[in-house]
């Protein structure tokens, strides 16, 4: 008779079955053998795990019980009913079956890798590391165990053991997933190099070709590369994160008075984040924000906790909630705008975010990178970090702020340094400083700090010691460069913020690591006035301290290269009056008012909101924060709710925010010559022949009265566009104000997104003004010394005895301006632009109050402005930025002719050397 699988018992057909994935039929005919015979152990094992698998939760534990009950000994069948209680939410129970598994078996590897994982989530870190050491002992070929008690061990910190047990994972398995990272990551954290170039090269070309060869924050310490750091985290991600939520917020409009933000972090406490953001939310405005904290790490106690607790409106510790169950949290409290600080560091719970809570869910701060998940909608950042040519290396929408997007520590400050010789420093050595994270020395950027020693006699580099290891590896690395070890000075750690900060003190030169530059350490040090240079990567975590350089007026000290990097420190070094004023120039602009408190807020208020109204143009909480913001005066902003500096993503099913200043990676240009009489003399035509040359492939226009013979303009400057307007515009100075205080002036240049005004006494020194106009300003002109100042008294001002208004940055004759956001303010400010025109005030005077009044009209400080142009006291200034010769400048003729001649001379002289011809000879000079 031939063989039939019908003929098989029951049992064994279920088995067949199951081994065909054919769960379904199994079912019933487990069930079949079971009822032949209850207490079958084969049977009712494998039901168990059937159930289990297909996610009936509640039955699989009715046969699980069933089955521990019948064979009380069997540790498979404990195993899978904490599985299942694990599944349920019951990790108490869960714990209990795994133990009574671990009594029946107990070098079961499988038992003791799932109750370590459970362990860890209840934060029981002792026992948890101890079955995951009994996993490896019990069956060393286990890769998983292995990659398990590495990742544990590093966490506490046992980094020579979780070297090991790395170099164990990568032996047995090269490919394991991310074992390549786990092991380099773990061995740049004692700065042990072995191997380097060749793990380095493997995990970047993995990363190319689309293999898990690394995690995330590990990879930003090999590269810089924004385009590989984006692949390196949508593998990650599509590894980490393969299941999506049904949405918790679908749609719904809230009606609450106030925009609703929720800050989601584990740092609440004293850490570098909580330590930047406690000022920030102390300089919210709680009658247009309500602020709650949704605190995902312990309590540690600390006064930077208490500080950020008092600071929110409200408060939730959620350490023992799922992602799920504080998802929910979030959405029942309607919350408006969700922000990640954590990303993909320490204690973070992405997974929250995957369950959409909040209509807006925000990138910032925590991880300088991009998350690779459509979940959030946005990364907060600024276009230094961000410039507008690389946000396609971000899957988030990227929305920049008109600063460094990184607030400064406020609230603690410096105490009072010691002698060097209590830090172990000598006295009359040049001092480098390199504080920061072990990691973050990169052997490239080790070589050329070790280059700076061999080339500034009796130098030393300052390091922040964390392990003896890493001491003895960088000691044993600066004698392979034949440096003396003992030029490498450690400091140890302090247990009060301000001691750390007074260190940076004593230091002369602090020096940002490639390829991930320093953030908060960086800030620090430029706080308490220590001079910083970086090496500028591509990608958004290399870039933090050119924002920081950038937005204090320094971007001297950014470089592009190792070379340029190491001729800047030497140069530096050696030039000890140099590095003087650059110190007093930091402590000039300290405390840093866009860095920290409510201008910081501020500018995240009006983020806030403009990212709500992409999303949710309609929100009704929407026009109370604007009216809100018209009703509270200077401190705050406009009738509309997006100061806009957002970047499109490439995603085309996101909304867009039509903002043609942003939308390109090359905003277009006009320049504006007002004219007025019908020929120029000697000076102003050098003026518009320097303009000629300099820009030579710009837009350039006349503008002029509609009477005025412009035949001398046509022959001179036929390249030049020439726009005529009625003759009242041109016959004074208050005409000439009332129509650049026209918005319909600046709509008249649509094709544009900027306008360059050049009065006939203005020079374009140098065309940079590519990179003027990403960097988020609504305005730059020179600046006005000691600033001017006005009391306005008049419609909403007149209040309360008037509104004492000062700005120090506006000088119009030669000025950038955004024509959105010129337009919009003028509009926004239409009161007091009446007001102008009435009393026939200076125009530039108006746009330079303006930028104080109204946040979302972004003007840069003095120090940014006088890098763009000078006019007044352009001396003063000059030296201030250590002879940088700025853009442009107005009025040279009639301010320190003999300074200008100096300057144009030098103009001239590397036209020169660079072989290009003069438009015109020197006037008499």
């Avoid at 904490?82 to 499988?110: E, F, K, M, N, S």
């Avoid at 312990?298 to 799920?324: C, M, W």
Wanted: charged share 20%; aromatic share 10%; proline share 7%.
């Amino acid at each position: 008779m031939p063989f039939s699988p019908d003929s098989l018992p029951p049992l064994d057909r279920a088995l067949a079955l199951l081994q065909q994935g054919r769960r379904a039929e199994a079912e019933p005919l487990f069930r079949q053998a079971l009822a032949l015979e209850p207490t079958n152990l084969a049977a009712a094992y494998s039901l168990t795990v059937l159930l289990l698998q297909l996610d009936r939760l509640e039955e699989a534990l009715e046969q699980a019980q069933i089955g521990t009950r019948n064979h009380p000994t069997c540790a498979p069948l404990w195993h899978v009913l904490g599985q299942i209680w694990q599944r349920l939410g019951r990790p108490t129970d869960a714990l209990a079956a795994y133990d009574q598994a671990l009594v029946h078996d107990p070098t079961c590897v499988d038992v003791l890798i799932n109750s370590s994982a459970l362990l860890h989530e209840q934060r029981q870190y002792k026992e948890a590391l101890l079955r995951l050491h009994r996993a490896v002992e019990a069956d060393p070929s286990r890769d998983l165990a292995w990659a398990n008690y590495g990742i544990l061990l590093s966490e506490f910190k046992q980094t020579l053991h979780a070297i090991h047990a790395f170099e164990q994972l990568v032996l047995r398995n090269p490919d394991y997933p991310f074992g390549l990272g786990l092991l380099t990551f773990e061995r740049l954290h004692l700065c042990d190099w072995r191997d380097f170039s060749w793990l380095s090269e493997q995990i970047i070309s993995g990363v190319r070709a689309g293999r898990k060869t690394c995690k995330t924050l590990a990879f930003m310490a090999l590269s810089d590369d924004a385009g590989d750091v984006r692949r390196c985290t949508e593998i990650y991600t599509a590894h980490q994160h393969p299941h999506r939520f049904p949405p918790l917020w679908r749609g719904e409009t809230y009606s609450h008075a106030r925009l609703r933000v929720a800050y989601v972090s584990p740092d609440f406490r004293d850490h570098p984040v909580g330590h930047l953001l406690a000022g920030v939310l102390e300089g919210h405005d709680h009658t247009r924000v309500e602020t709650y904290g949704i605190s995902l790490g312990e309590n540690d106690g600390s006064r930077h906790h208490q500080r950020i607790v008092a600071a929110l409106d409200h408060f939730y510790e959620v350490l023992d909630k799922t992602p799920a169950q504080i998802a929910a949290l979030i959405r029942s409290l309607d919350i408006d705008v969700a922000v990640d600080l954590a990303g993909y560091t320490a204690g973070s719970r992405t997974d929250i975010f995957l369950h959409r809570p909040a209509p807006v869910q925000v990138n910032y701060l925590g991880y300088a990178g991009t998350m690779g998940l459509p979940c959030y909608d946005f990364i907060l950042a600024d276009a230094q970090v961000i410039p507008p040519n690389a946000r396609h290396h971000y899957s988030e929408q990227v929305f920049a702020l008109p600063h460094c997007y990184l607030p400064v520590a406020s609230g603690c400050p410096p105490a009072v340094p010691l002698p060097r010789a209590a830090y172990g420093l000598p006295d009359q050595a040049f001092v480098f400083c390199a504080f920061g994270h072990d990691y973050k020395i990169h052997p490239e950027i080790f070589r050329i700090w070790m280059k700076l020693l061999q080339a500034i006699p009796g130098s030393v580099l300052w390091l922040m010691s964390r392990h003896e290891t890493t001491i003895a590896n960088l000691r044993q690395a600066a004698h392979h460069h034949q440096i003396d070890p003992a030029r490498l000075v450690f400091a140890s750690r302090v247990p009060r913020i301000e001691d750390h900060l007074a260190r940076y003190q004593v230091a002369d030169l602090f020096l940002d690591p490639w390829p991930y530059g320093s953030h908060t350490t960086s800030a620090d040090a430029l706080m308490v006035g220590l001079p910083v240079i970086t090496y500028q990567g591509g990608a958004f975590h290399s870039r933090v301290a050119s924002s920081l350089l950038t937005t204090l007026g320094l971007p001297e000290l950014i470089t592009h290269s190792f070379e340029e990097y190491f001729t800047l420190a030497c140069k530096l070094a050696k030039d000890r009056n140099r590095l003087a004023t650059y110190r007093q120039r930091l402590q000039a602009i300290h405390p840093p008012s866009l860095l920290s408190g409510r201008r910081f807020a501020a500018s995240l208020e009006e983020a806030f909101a403009a990212m709500l109204a992409d999303r949710l143009p309609r929100h009704p909480a929407l026009e109370r924060f604007m009216l809100t913001a018209n009703a509270s005066g200077p401190a705050t902003s406009s009738s509309q709710p997006a100061p806009a500096f957002i970047l499109p993503s490439e995603n085309p099913n996101r909304p867009v925010e039509h903002d043609s200043r942003v939308s390109r990676s090359s905003p277009r240009l006009v320049i504006v010559v007002p004219i007025y009489k019908p020929t120029l003399n000697l000076l102003e035509q050098f003026s518009l022949d320097q303009l000629k040359q300099t820009a030579l492939h710009r837009t350039i226009t006349f503008v002029g009265p509609r009477h005025l013979d412009v035949s001398y303009y046509r022959f001179r400057y036929p390249e030049f566009g020439i726009r005529l307007y009625d003759d009242r515009y041109f016959a004074s100075i208050q005409g000439y104000n009332h129509l650049l205080l026209d918005p319909d002036f600046y709509a008249g240049f649509d094709s544009a997104d900027f306008v360059l005004i050049h009065q006939t006494d203005a020079l374009l020194l140098h065309d940079d003004l590519d990179q003027w106009m990403h960097m988020g300003y609504d305005y730059v002109g020179a600046p006005w010394p000691g600033g001017l100042e006005i009391l306005l008294q008049f419609g909403r001002y007149a209040r309360h005895g008037g509104l004492q208004v000062k700005a120090y940055v506006g000088n119009g004759g030669f000025s950038l301006r955004s024509i959105r956001g010129t337009r919009h303010v003028l509009v926004e400010l239409g009161e007091m632009r009446d007001y102008w025109i009435r009393s026939n005030s200076s125009e530039d005077l108006f746009f330079g109050f303006a930028g104080t009044i109204s946040n979302a009209f972004r003007l840069p400080n003095q120090m940014v402005a006088a890098r763009f142009a000078l006019e007044l006291e352009p001396q003063k200034f000059f030296d201030l930025h250590d002879g940088t010769i700025p853009t442009g400048c107005h009025a040279w003729w009639k301010h320190d002719l003999e300074f200008w001649k100096g300057i144009i001379i030098k103009v001239a002289e590397k036209r020169d050397s660079a072989g290009i011809k003069n438009p015109a000879p020197t006037p008499g000079f």
